[in-house]
């Protein structure tokens, strides 16, 4: 009996005198990383007992609610090469970015996606699974032949860090710069900034050989050959009118990365007109309602952008991305997701 006692007290004072963290343990940056490829695993088995998922999990793809063992999870193959992953240990969220297999008419065949992946673990298991993806087999093929740029996996020095919240802030001026885009604003751009999307150099690309390179003064349309800067400081991004639902979901101190998920609208009319920062009138962009949806990595530090990876795949008009309300989903404000049910 005595010694039920002893046992009952220690634990009360267990209770009592140590955090909660100690008693049910976070996961770690391996941790939470380890958790994407078991994850993509039981995907391509179709085999959901394979991995801890909550009994309540919500899952969703390209914006759509499923039931687990719906979507992706009939038609992966497998795993490619291509992978960035940001392990956001503070709110236990993991976020991935990488090429995948899904099903093809050959059955001896399959086809590279591209994937964005999100997944919150509570108590040891996946309570949150999002799917993004964009369905192009070049775009696919493209990132399959890519290294993934050092800057994604290399930590940064002490000096070079910055807060979570400057980190998103920085990140949120690249949006807000490009939503009605005029050439004027305070670009956080490094002399080194790179963007890739979907697989392809849309900034600082060589000029093809025979032809001169664009001057940002009188051109009509930006160019995949001009820096990040010169392509914001050309104003000619005007016509990319809304840029809403700006949701980032998962932050990396260590690294100095954001990645975030958001809609880039594009809706014609009015919005194909602009006025360059040297006063051309130009007319620019998609002539029906578009609209992009995007996932879209940042590497920040010493207060500017430095490496940009984004895949996009046109949605429907004025899509919402499942997790928001209506209003948050056509906001143009900063949404820090990942602490949101605090």
Avoid at 181 to 193: E, R, S, T, V
Avoid at 227 to 236: P, R, Y
Avoid at 299 to 321: C, F, T, W
């Amino acid at each position: 009996m005595t010694r039920i006692i002893k046992i009952l007290v220690f634990a009360i004072l267990t209770l009592t005198f140590f955090p909660i963290s100690l008693q049910a343990q976070e996961c770690d940056r391996a941790c939470l990383e380890s958790f994407v490829d078991r994850y993509l695993d039981a995907v391509t088995d179709n085999n959901p007992d394979a991995i801890p998922i909550a009994s309540d999990v919500r899952f969703t793809e390209n914006g759509q609610r499923l039931n687990l063992r719906d979507g992706l999870w009939q038609t992966m193959k497998g795993k490619g090469e291509y992978k960035i992953i940001i392990a956001d240990v503070p709110a236990q969220q993991v976020a991935f970015l990488g090429n995948i297999f899904e099903d093809h008419r050959d059955p001896l065949q399959s086809t590279g996606v591209l994937l964005s992946l999100r997944l919150r673990i509570e108590e040891g298991e996946i309570s949150e699974i999002e799917h993004f993806l964009a369905r192009s087999a070049s775009a696919a093929e493209r990132i399959s032949a890519l290294e993934v740029r050092p800057a994604f996996t290399s930590a940064l020095t002490d000096s070079q860090r910055m807060s979570r919240r400057d980190l998103l802030e920085v990140a949120n001026m690249y949006f807000t710069g490009m939503q009605k885009n005029d050439g004027l604003m305070d670009y956080p751009f490094a002399d080194d900034c790179d963007r890739r999307e979907n697989g392809m150099q849309s900034t600082n690309a060589p000029t093809p050989e025979g032809e001169a390179r664009p001057d940002p003064s009188d051109a009509t349309g930006y160019s995949s050959q001009w820096t990040c800067m010169e392509q914001f400081q050309s104003g000619l991004i005007f016509f990319v009118n809304r840029i809403r639902d700006r949701r980032f979901v998962a932050v990396d101190e260590e690294r100095g990365l954001v990645f975030s998920f958001v809609f880039f609208d594009h809706s014609g009319g009015e919005f194909r007109h602009g006025v360059t920062p040297n006063g051309r009138e130009v007319v620019a962009g998609p002539v029906q309602p578009w609209t992009w949806g995007i996932a879209e990595i940042f590497k920040v530090y010493d207060g500017q952008i430095h490496e940009i990876e984004a895949i996009l795949e046109r949605v429907p008009y004025g899509m919402n991305s499942g997790w928001s309300t209506w209003e948050q989903g056509m906001s143009d404000e900063l949404q820090d997701v990942t602490f949101s049910d605090e």
